[in-house]
């Protein structure tokens, strides 16, 4: 892959998933800890600034009106009941260990599943004539893995950097990792990603 080709999308790291206190920081405390996802999307952001490639910070916004009016139900109905990433809280801010800097790019309007969804992704890639696409972040088998579909289904070179990722248990992380990731092709690895991007 070329890197100035490739761009690194970050998934919602943001303290209702990351830190203590978060909302939803219980439901994935040991796979954080067991698949070392924060330290290995450190590196990941890391090495993707080495490269030179585009970088992507995509938080969850709750969109309370939307939600309503489309009579949503299912997982964000629970996201708009409990108020998991509500606008100006502390749980919707992106945590300091993934911090966006002044030159990447902060995704705003994200408040479905995908990524591409109501937000400006497609195009943003397109401007910047994008071909590959690294998909890290929360959870592995909801927003990482449908932002991945869609990237897919749209022709990009599409990479998951599963040990970046965090699901809601170790078998539902196994699952998408033997299942989902050879549906991809190539690596699904930090270190073999940043491997294969010359």
Known sequence: MNAKE???????????FCSPGGK??????????????????????AGAREKGCLIIHCPFILHEDWVEEHACSGILDGI??????????????IIDAMRPAETEVLLTNKRTLSAFSHTDLDRLLTINKIKNLIVSGFLTHV?????????????????????????TSESIQKYVETTFAPVLGGPSTVDGILAEIA
């Open 6 to 16: 490739t761009a690194f999308i970050f998934i919602e790291f943001q303290h209702d």
């Open 24 to 45: 939803l920081y219980d439901a994935v405390k040991g796979e954080l800890e067991r698949n070392r996802t924060i330290p290995n999307a450190q590196r990941l952001l």
């Open 80 to 93: 708009l009941q409990n108020r998991m990433f509500a606008v100006n809280t502390w749980g919707q801010m």
């Open 143 to 167: 927003c990482a893995q449908a932002t991945a579909f869609s990237a897919y289904d749209r022709g990009y070179q599409t990479r998951m950097a599963l040990d970046a990722c965090c699901a």
